[in-house]
């Protein structure tokens, strides 16, 4: 599958005019970047590598009041579906280097306030077949509810008010499988299924020696998402941060799939 991106961003910045940017795609083993184009205008760019050397960050020193980006992308995919029945989960004392980080707490993931109620919703089940039962569980409990939560909301938040949108799908998904003891990540990405269109929020989950992507807002499949950065929770992965307020004037996004 092809997907083609466009991105336009225009927000007032602070003092600092500096901006920390993730919204280039990734290139990895099953998403090749064929075209890409990124412009921001009057500012001095710095290219870095992403959280846990997946996808890219850029500093933008924005030489005036207005940050204003263009980006244009167009990726082949050749990911295939993920089909989670039967897979298996590493015991934990096999797991790879660098994969612990993804089983504990983190600031949005309060995961270890979920222990009992993942060893009882889901404790009969194993790997894969849990992780799809989980999936099941968020879709059903949960009502997708643009406003509903906000840059701030926690898993524990999203828990008790039962609403939301894919970023905190995702880190409900990520927090029932780290309190079930399988590692799990939460990705930013773009989909073109994505209503409305935006950026998007998926997860990964470690199962038969692998990152298997999940979408469980169950908006996007597998293989159709093109990924830009993975991390603990939204902390790790914003396509902007700024040392001061940025004011929003305006965004568009727009994913389409061939």
Known sequence: MTIDIEVSLTYELGAARLALLAVEAAQTKD????????DVENAVLRHLTGEHGFGGRIWALVGGPTLCLRYRARVDLSRAPVYLDGLSAAPLDELPDGLITFLRPSRFCQSDQFETFAADEFGHLSGGDKIAAMIEWIQSALTYAPGASDSGTTLLETFSSRKGVCRDYAHMLCGLARASHIPARYVSAYGPSVNPQDFHAVAQVWLENEWQLVD????CTADELVLIGAGRDAADVPFMETPDEARFLAQEVQVKGS
């Open 31 to 38: 998403q090749v970047v064929n075209e890409c184009h990124l």
């Open 216 to 219: 469980p807002s169950g908006m």
